[in-house]
């Protein structure tokens, strides 16, 4: 029974690995996308914050479910796309949801610490919305989108 389980183990190891890689692409597109938005308005606070972060989470998102499909959960099917999207959409918006609301409450309700200038204490928030989402998403995925 334990050598079934040591190739499964590893497996899910190895999807998480590309997961992860995947999530550091889709975070650098992410961050750079809200960072530029941040320079070109001016705002680094508040409620403005939201619509930026959207844009920011909406375009990784985009990217992730390509790479996802095809790389980490290497889903072949073609037949499905439509529901597989839809699926994924809904788990993303919950994932931009907990990962907006967890920048916007970090950003506006926490003061900057450890001398950080309000703009890389938002970074800070994005990084821990960023783990925060990064799990959810690939427990969603991993068990509604690109189930086998």
Known sequence: MEADI?????????????????????????FLILNL???????????????????????A??????????????????????????SFLVISVIGALINTAIVRIGSTNIDPMFGLSQTLWVNVAKIAATGASLIWNFIGYKLFVFKK
Do not use: H
């Open 61 to 86: 998102v985009i990217n992730s479910y390509v790479l996802n499909k095809r790389w980490a959960f290497k889903d072949q099917a073609s037949g499905d796309t439509a529901k597989k999207f839809t």
């Open 6 to 30: 040591k190739p499964k183990v590893s497996l899910l190891i190895a999807q998480f690995l590309r997961f992860a890689i995947i999530g550091g692409i889709n975070t650098g597109i992410d």
């Open 37 to 59: 938005l941040m320079a070109l308005t001016g705002i680094r606070e508040g409620n403005g914050l939201i619509p930026l972060n959207v844009v920011s989470f909406t375009v």
